[in-house]
């Protein structure tokens, strides 16, 4: 039988369990929701980024021809603004792996910190 002061014990840990798995889920929710919000709006740039270019008028500059001439059609803003929602897109999904590995490796320390407090 146990003593109560091994049963709060372990009431703690089960609570602190529960409420660091409610903390994980609520986190992957989190990035998950975050991730897919990225993806659709970049596909929404993408589709919708033929139709905004082709509404831009290019101004009629005299003497600028060879400045930027890759950047002279409409067409080419389409393809600068989507490489650049990729590389966002890129930037976040980095950060969120990033917090996820950081997470996991929290959670691998709060296991084994248990484990030590465990053993006494």
Sequence with gaps: ?????ERVTETKR???????????????????????????????????????????????????ETAASI????????YIVIGLLAFLLGVCVTVLCFRLRQMNREDGQDKESEGIHGAD
């Design 14 to 64: 089960r609570i602190a369990k529960i409420e660091q798995e409610k903390r994980l889920r609520r986190n992957t929710i989190t990035m998950v929701s975050a991730v897919a919000a990225c993806l659709v709006l970049l596909i929404g740039a993408s589709l919708a980024m033929p139709g905004i270019a082709a509404s831009i008028q290019t101004g009629d500059y005299c003497g600028f």
């Design 71 to 78: 950047f002279h059609s409409g067409v080419a803003l389409g």
């Design 1 to 5: 039988m146990r003593s109560h002061e």
